[in-house]
T-cell receptor, first 111, second 118 residues
Framework: KQEVTQIPAALSVPEGENLVLNCSFT??????LQWFRQDPGKGLTSLLL?????REQTSGRLNASLDKSSGRSTLYIAASQPGDSATYLC??????????FGTGTRLLVSP | GAVVSQHPSRVICKSGTSVKIECRSL??????MFWYRQFPKQSLMLMAT?????????EQGVEKDKFLINHASLTLSTLTVTSAHPEDSSFYIC??????????????FGPGTRLLVL
């Protein structure tokens, strides 16, 4: 059974810091891995999707890496801003459609 | 962008009653919709996958007679929690696939429904 773990569970940083969120999964047989952002009262927003054949993806201040063989992914956020405060979820796809989510990292960026 | 709405956003009900949650794709047609449940400080867990016009596929451990899913149209799926009990209190989130997008990976998520059973 695929299990996804995210560390840390919560993180509080001052504005401007660079930070790294970690995700690990137990079964390396995945099609891809996706990072989401979850805001209270709003739906999940997809941030980055990395195919199993890729090593990393970048979008603006976000960079996600994937090491499928070791079952790890990291989300790097550069120059954090208060607007980045949210819960960040990592999810892997063992099949075409199904997503297995991690427990999330709650990020608070203070001004 | 694609928008998925859920109604109600939050509901409080008495134990033993049934609660219906709606998931709508507002500007696209969804052949497939997914229902997730999220307990406090836990991850989203897929409950079932529903395809328009056919029976939903439930994940292992999810009681299909307790969580009734209807996907009668390309823009609406409903989840009915029958005879709700306090342990059913959770955050229920739906997502939908746009039938026009070939990528099976693209899902649009609703804002969620907070259910509290007293």
């Amino acid at each position: 059974k695929q299990e996804v773990t995210q560390i840390p569970a919560a993180l509080s940083v001052p504005e401007g810091e660079n930070l790294v969120l970690n995700c690990s999964f137990t079964d390396s047989a995945i099609y891809n891995l996706q990072w989401f952002r979850q805001d209270p009262g709003k739906g999940l927003t997809s941030l980055l999707l990395i195919q199993s054949s890729q090593r990393e993806q970048t979008s603006g201040r976000l960079n996600a890496s994937l090491d499928k063989s070791s079952g790890r992914s990291t989300l790097y956020i550069a120059a954090s801003q208060p607007g980045d405060s949210a819960t960040y979820l990592c999810a892997v796809r063992p099949g075409f459609q199904k997503l297995v989510f991690g427990t999330g990292t709650r990020l608070l960026v203070s001004p | 962008g694609a928008v998925v709405s859920q109604h109600p956003s939050r509901v409080i009900c008495k134990s033993g009653t049934s609660v219906k949650i709606e998931c709508r794709s507002l500007d696209f047609q969804a052949t497939t919709m997914f229902w997730y449940r999220q307990f406090p400080k836990q991850s989203l867990m897929l409950m079932a996958t529903s395809n328009e016009g056919s029976k939903a596929t439930y994940e292992q451990g999810v009681e299909k007679d307790k969580f009734l899913i209807n996907h009668a149209s390309l823009t609406l799926s409903t989840l009915t929690v029958t005879s709700a009990h306090p342990e059913d209190s959770s955050f229920y989130i739906c997502s939908a696939r746009d039938r026009r997008i070939l990528s099976l990976e693209t899902q649009y998520f609703g804002p969620g429904t907070r259910l509290l059973v007293l």
